[in-house]
Protein backbone atom coordinates (compact mmCIF):
# COMPACT_ATOMS: atom_id res chain seq x y z
CA UNK A 1 0.00 0.00 0.00
CA UNK A 2 1.83 2.77 -1.31
CA UNK A 3 -0.42 6.35 -0.72
CA UNK A 4 1.46 8.91 -1.22
CA UNK A 5 5.31 8.54 -2.20
CA UNK A 6 7.88 11.75 -2.15
CA UNK A 7 11.26 11.64 -3.21
CA UNK A 8 14.00 12.94 -2.38
CA UNK A 9 13.76 12.05 1.55
CA UNK A 10 16.66 14.88 1.73
CA UNK A 11 18.32 17.25 -0.26
CA UNK A 12 21.18 19.97 -0.05
CA UNK A 13 21.08 22.94 -2.57
CA UNK A 14 22.91 25.66 -3.52
CA UNK A 15 21.71 29.05 -3.41
CA UNK A 16 20.69 29.78 -6.99
CA UNK A 17 19.97 26.00 -8.09
CA UNK A 18 16.98 24.34 -9.31
CA UNK A 19 15.38 21.00 -8.34
CA UNK A 20 12.53 19.25 -8.13
CA UNK A 21 10.45 17.23 -5.49
CA UNK A 22 8.70 14.36 -7.07
CA UNK A 23 5.59 13.31 -5.54
CA UNK A 24 2.91 10.30 -6.62
CA UNK A 25 -0.06 8.58 -5.20
CA UNK A 26 -1.33 5.71 -6.30
CA UNK A 27 -5.10 6.10 -5.17
CA UNK A 28 -6.78 7.68 -8.26
CA UNK A 29 -7.17 10.94 -6.23
CA UNK A 30 -8.07 14.21 -7.74
CA UNK A 31 -6.89 16.40 -5.38
CA UNK A 32 -3.03 16.50 -5.02
CA UNK A 33 -1.24 19.63 -2.49
CA UNK A 34 1.85 20.73 -1.92
CA UNK A 35 2.71 21.84 1.55
CA UNK A 36 5.84 23.62 3.45
CA UNK A 37 6.32 23.58 6.90
CA UNK A 38 9.25 25.13 8.60
CA UNK A 39 10.67 24.39 11.78
CA UNK A 40 8.22 24.72 14.92
CA UNK A 41 5.54 25.75 12.77
CA UNK A 42 2.70 24.83 10.95
CA UNK A 43 2.12 23.74 7.45
CA UNK A 44 1.67 26.66 4.81
CA UNK A 45 0.34 25.55 1.79
CA UNK A 46 2.31 26.02 -1.60
CA UNK A 47 0.06 24.92 -4.45
CA UNK A 48 -2.72 22.14 -4.88
CA UNK A 49 -4.32 20.85 -8.13
CA UNK A 50 -8.14 19.38 -8.32
CA UNK A 51 -6.81 17.28 -11.88
CA UNK A 52 -4.80 16.68 -14.10
CA UNK A 53 -4.00 20.34 -16.04
CA UNK A 54 -5.51 22.46 -13.55
CA UNK A 55 -3.29 24.33 -10.57
CA UNK A 56 -3.49 27.06 -8.34
CA UNK A 57 -2.07 29.19 -6.00
CA UNK A 58 -1.94 28.66 -1.74
CA UNK A 59 -0.94 30.96 0.12
CA UNK A 60 3.00 31.07 -0.07
CA UNK A 61 3.33 30.10 -3.72
CA UNK A 62 6.36 32.69 -4.71
CA UNK A 63 9.80 30.88 -5.77
CA UNK A 64 7.93 27.62 -6.93
CA UNK A 65 6.20 25.98 -9.61
CA UNK A 66 3.90 22.96 -10.55
CA UNK A 67 2.16 20.78 -13.08
CA UNK A 68 0.03 18.33 -12.77
CA UNK A 69 0.46 16.39 -16.67
CA UNK A 70 -1.72 12.84 -15.03
CA UNK A 71 -3.70 12.04 -12.66
CA UNK A 72 -0.92 10.39 -9.96
CA UNK A 73 2.29 12.88 -10.40
CA UNK A 74 2.23 16.31 -9.19
CA UNK A 75 5.82 17.49 -9.21
CA UNK A 76 6.89 20.46 -7.37
CA UNK A 77 9.85 22.50 -9.03
CA UNK A 78 12.36 25.00 -6.97
CA UNK A 79 13.50 27.64 -9.21
CA UNK A 80 16.75 29.72 -8.26
CA UNK A 81 16.84 27.86 -4.75
CA UNK A 82 16.97 30.32 -1.51
CA UNK A 83 17.55 29.96 2.24
CA UNK A 84 14.64 31.05 2.70
CA UNK A 85 13.32 27.74 1.21
CA UNK A 86 14.98 25.89 3.75
CA UNK A 87 12.40 23.67 4.97
CA UNK A 88 10.42 20.11 5.00
CA UNK A 89 8.40 19.81 1.84
CA UNK A 90 4.82 17.31 1.80
CA UNK A 91 2.29 16.68 -0.59
CA UNK A 92 -0.64 15.24 -0.07
CA UNK A 93 -3.70 13.74 -1.65
CA UNK A 94 -7.41 13.56 -1.43
CA UNK A 95 -10.83 12.09 -2.97
CA UNK A 96 -14.18 14.37 -2.28
CA UNK A 97 -16.43 12.61 0.02
CA UNK A 98 -19.60 12.74 1.50
CA UNK A 99 -18.48 14.88 4.86
CA UNK A 100 -15.91 16.77 3.03
CA UNK A 101 -12.51 15.19 2.30
CA UNK A 102 -9.49 13.38 3.87
CA UNK A 103 -5.91 14.12 3.11
CA UNK A 104 -3.28 11.80 3.13
CA UNK A 105 0.21 12.66 3.26
CA UNK A 106 3.70 11.57 1.82
CA UNK A 107 6.22 11.47 4.22
CA UNK A 108 8.16 14.67 3.40
CA UNK A 109 10.90 16.15 1.74
CA UNK A 110 13.62 17.64 3.51
CA UNK A 111 15.45 20.42 2.02
CA UNK A 112 18.56 22.22 2.76
CA UNK A 113 19.59 25.16 1.16
CA UNK A 114 23.27 26.71 2.06
CA UNK B 1 -12.16 29.15 7.93
CA UNK B 2 -13.20 29.49 11.75
CA UNK B 3 -9.49 30.03 13.83
CA UNK B 4 -8.75 27.88 16.76
CA UNK B 5 -7.42 27.71 19.54
CA UNK B 6 -5.10 24.98 21.13
CA UNK B 7 -2.70 24.46 24.32
CA UNK B 8 0.57 24.32 23.32
CA UNK B 9 1.65 20.91 25.10
CA UNK B 10 0.57 18.22 27.45
CA UNK B 11 0.98 15.52 29.10
CA UNK B 12 -0.38 12.43 29.45
CA UNK B 13 0.72 9.13 31.55
CA UNK B 14 0.58 5.89 28.91
CA UNK B 15 -2.39 3.58 29.84
CA UNK B 16 -4.58 6.89 30.67
CA UNK B 17 -6.82 8.90 28.80
CA UNK B 18 -5.33 12.39 26.53
CA UNK B 19 -8.44 15.01 26.44
CA UNK B 20 -6.54 17.31 23.77
CA UNK B 21 -9.15 20.61 23.94
CA UNK B 22 -9.50 22.69 20.90
CA UNK B 23 -11.47 26.11 21.08
CA UNK B 24 -13.45 27.07 18.07
CA UNK B 25 -16.00 30.04 18.82
CA UNK B 26 -16.47 31.30 15.31
CA UNK B 27 -17.75 28.22 13.97
CA UNK B 28 -20.08 28.53 11.32
CA UNK B 29 -23.34 26.26 11.12
CA UNK B 30 -21.26 24.32 8.08
CA UNK B 31 -17.68 24.69 8.60
CA UNK B 32 -16.63 20.48 10.41
CA UNK B 33 -14.30 19.93 12.54
CA UNK B 34 -10.88 18.11 11.97
CA UNK B 35 -7.87 16.32 13.72
CA UNK B 36 -4.88 15.38 12.41
CA UNK B 37 -1.40 14.53 14.32
CA UNK B 38 2.35 14.60 13.21
CA UNK B 39 4.63 12.20 14.63
CA UNK B 40 8.26 13.66 14.16
CA UNK B 41 8.23 15.12 11.81
CA UNK B 42 6.16 12.43 9.78
CA UNK B 43 3.67 13.78 7.36
CA UNK B 44 0.02 14.12 8.92
CA UNK B 45 -2.25 12.02 9.72
CA UNK B 46 -6.38 12.03 9.65
CA UNK B 47 -7.54 10.98 13.09
CA UNK B 48 -11.26 11.74 12.82
CA UNK B 49 -13.85 14.48 11.85
CA UNK B 50 -17.08 15.60 12.93
CA UNK B 51 -19.93 18.33 12.01
CA UNK B 52 -22.51 18.18 15.81
CA UNK B 53 -22.83 15.19 16.97
CA UNK B 54 -20.18 12.97 18.79
CA UNK B 55 -17.87 10.88 16.93
CA UNK B 56 -15.70 7.27 17.33
CA UNK B 57 -13.41 5.50 15.14
CA UNK B 58 -10.62 2.88 15.90
CA UNK B 59 -8.06 5.78 16.65
CA UNK B 60 -10.38 8.42 19.23
CA UNK B 61 -13.22 10.13 20.22
CA UNK B 62 -14.68 13.27 19.16
CA UNK B 63 -16.61 15.27 21.98
CA UNK B 64 -18.02 18.62 20.12
CA UNK B 65 -20.04 21.15 22.27
CA UNK B 66 -23.85 21.47 21.68
CA UNK B 67 -23.06 24.94 20.71
CA UNK B 68 -19.84 23.70 18.39
CA UNK B 69 -17.53 26.59 20.45
CA UNK B 70 -15.44 24.08 21.69
CA UNK B 71 -14.26 20.36 20.98
CA UNK B 72 -12.04 17.60 22.67
CA UNK B 73 -10.65 14.72 21.01
CA UNK B 74 -9.67 11.99 23.35
CA UNK B 75 -7.42 9.17 22.67
CA UNK B 76 -8.98 6.41 25.19
CA UNK B 77 -5.47 5.01 26.45
CA UNK B 78 -2.28 6.73 25.33
CA UNK B 79 1.20 4.98 24.50
CA UNK B 80 4.18 6.11 23.65
CA UNK B 81 3.33 6.11 20.14
CA UNK B 82 1.02 8.58 20.66
CA UNK B 83 3.63 11.35 21.38
CA UNK B 84 3.01 13.63 18.26
CA UNK B 85 1.51 16.92 17.85
CA UNK B 86 -2.02 17.38 17.36
CA UNK B 87 -3.76 20.20 15.26
CA UNK B 88 -7.37 20.71 15.57
CA UNK B 89 -8.69 22.24 11.76
CA UNK B 90 -12.04 23.76 11.09
CA UNK B 91 -13.05 24.16 7.58
CA UNK B 92 -16.01 24.27 5.10
CA UNK B 93 -15.22 22.72 1.69
CA UNK B 94 -14.22 25.80 -0.01
CA UNK B 95 -14.25 26.13 -4.27
CA UNK B 96 -13.04 23.00 -6.04
CA UNK B 97 -10.49 22.32 -3.28
CA UNK B 98 -10.40 21.97 0.82
CA UNK B 99 -7.63 23.72 1.68
CA UNK B 100 -6.43 22.43 5.20
CA UNK B 101 -5.21 25.79 7.56
CA UNK B 102 -2.48 23.83 9.85
CA UNK B 103 -1.64 26.30 13.38
CA UNK B 104 1.10 24.74 15.81
CA UNK B 105 -1.12 22.34 17.68
CA UNK B 106 -1.09 20.71 20.98
CA UNK B 107 2.42 18.77 21.57
CA UNK B 108 1.25 15.74 23.37
CA UNK B 109 3.87 13.98 25.43
CA UNK B 110 3.09 10.28 26.63
CA UNK B 111 5.07 9.28 29.63
CA UNK B 112 5.93 5.64 31.72
Not at chain 2, 42 to 59: A, F, R, S, V
Not at chain 2, 95 to 106: H, N
Amino acid sequence: NAGVTQTPKFRILKIGQSMTLQCTQDMNHNYMYWYRQDPGMGLKLIYYSVGAGITDKGEVPNGYNVSRSTTEDFPLRLELAAPSQTSVYFCASSTKQVLGNIQYFGAGTRLSVL
Amino acid sequence: DAKTTQPTSMDCAEGRAANLPCNHSTISGNEYVYWYRQIHSQGPQYIIHGLKNNETNEMASLIITEDRKSSTLILPHATLRDTAVYYCIVRVWAGTASKLTFGTGTRLQVTL
